[in-house]
């Protein structure tokens, strides 16, 4: 019996439904292929195990939020000092400072830094910034990226492709709110140009995934990222990188050091903390010290760096910034992802494999490059679904999302053989899927 047909797992989401709005503590808990939640025991390195104990080899990893595998010794010796110290909230620390001067060193465009708890907070602040630094109100955004779940950004656009006006991407957020934005397709620097253009002098901000990682893994195509780093400098656009995801995946300064692109603010959470709440801001000194106290800009909360996260986003970096990490992480990622995609092409299953460094898409139906999210949702969710339930079937688990693709992903823990493991369930489970295609 696998968490599929969990008879414990049904029950407890029967009495969820009785007390938490619909089952879940949050909308992306739900796992759509399911019908309820996948529940967890515990964690541990690259495994979960359900409520029945059963263990299952992890390629979501909190979703991207755990890069150094489920509690990684390090950090959980910093969390237990930081439990020592009174789990201190609202105060500062010789510890803050120390874990903002070591961001400033590894991430580029890192001049000064603010800590929050969430990315979409992160965000928000961000584009505050901006507009008060041009006096501007619009701000430009790419079709598809995800900057969390505030008013500003939960805009889709109205035509595939990226064109047209932006139309609310939920319930109870105002038509009129996406009037300040603009969106483009990624990866087209003619639709760039043209939205520049036409909104000339109105933009204070453009921000982007410079991974798009929430729609799998789209690279920026060769050139483009430093061609909206030359455009947005041109036209005096604060140009903002939302490394929540691409932070420390597949470099450890981020995107913004592999690509040799960097923004005037970025931010960070996720695989900052390996799986504690936390993010960061980060730009430039004369943006930065617009924020208050020192500047007119608000930005503040109890929570903002809690010092347990704190802790755990020391030990991480520490971890992260030992000799030959990042050369391991992706001689792993090179072979895993070049062994993934011979399993579908050799089983004849029609699946295009995309990844950098810790995390990458499957695009279920498609053999071509995707390159834009209009490509990338047009994927076979069907296709996907049956994938996803066999691979949890043999203790394999990855996460599945309301609005395809989502995103997978390893973690440092993931060695050799959880690789070599998890390539031969999905060669056992691309058989299936051919044998199925033929029938």
Request: charged letters at 20%; a neutral charge; one cysteine or more.
């Amino acid at each position: 019996m696998s968490e599929t047909d969990s008879p414990s797992a049904v029950h407890l989401f029967g009495d969820a439904r009785l007390s938490l709005a619909g089952g879940v503590t949050a909308g992306l808990r739900w796992h759509p292929y399911l019908s309820r939640p996948f529940y967890v025991s515990r964690a541990e390195g690259p495994y979960l195990y359900d409520l029945e104990g059963r263990r299952y080899l992890d390629f979501n990893m909190a979703n991207g939020a755990v890069l150094l595998g489920h509690g990684h010794p390090a950090v959980c010796e910093a969390v237990q000092a930081g439990l020592a110290a009174g789990v201190l909230t609202a105060s500062e620390t010789e510890h803050h400072v120390r874990l903002a001067a070591t961001l400033c060193r590894v991430i580029p465009c890192a001049e000064r830094v603010r800590f929050a708890v969430t990315g979409t907070e992160a965000a928000l602040v961000a584009l505050r910034l901006a507009r008060h630094a041009t006096g501007r109100r619009k701000f430009l955004v790419f079709a598809g990226h995800f900057h969390g779940l505030a008013e500003p950004f939960l805009f889709r656009p109205s035509q595939p492709g990226g064109d047209g006006p932006p139309l609310p991407a939920s319930g109870g957020v105002p038509s009129a709110y996406g009037e300040d934005v603009v969106i483009v397709p990624w990866n087209d620097p003619d639709a760039l140009d043209r939205a520049l253009t036409r909104q000339r002098g109105e933009l204070a901000a453009a921000i982007c995934e410079p991974v798009h990682y929430n729609a799998g893994c789209i690279p920026p195509q060769p050139g483009f990222l430093a061609y909206l780093r030359q455009r947005t400098r041109e036209e005096g656009i604060v140009l903002i990188f939302d490394e929540v995801l691409s932070g420390f995946r597949m470099a450890l300064g981020g995107a913004q050091a592999y690509y040799g692109v960097t923004p005037d603010l970025c931010t960070l959470a996720k695989a900052v903390a390996n799986g504690l709440p936390m993010a960061v801001l980060c730009g430039r000194t004369d943006l930065m010290e617009q924020l208050s106290p020192g500047g007119p800009v608000a930005q503040s909360g109890t929570y903002s760096g809690q010092l347990l996260s704190v802790l755990a986003a020391r030990a991480t970096l520490e971890a992260l910034r030992a000799p030959g990490v990042y050369e391991e992480l992706g001689r792993r990622a090179e072979r895993f992802y070049g062994e993934l995609q011979s399993i579908f092409d050799r089983a004849g299953v029609p699946a295009r494999v995309q990844g950098l460094g810790a995390r990458f898409g499957l695009y279920f139906g498609r053999r071509k490059p995707v390159v834009t999210w209009a490509e990338a949702v047009a994927c076979d969710q069907s296709l996907h679904r049956r994938f996803v339930l066999g691979c949890l079937r043999r203790g394999l688990f990855f996460h599945a999302y309301v609005s395809l693709p989502g995103h997978a992903g390893f973690s440092l823990a993931h060695d050799d053989g959880c690789l070599d493991e998890a390539l031969t369930v999905i060669e056992d489970v691309a058989r299936e899927l051919a044998r199925q295609e033929e029938a």
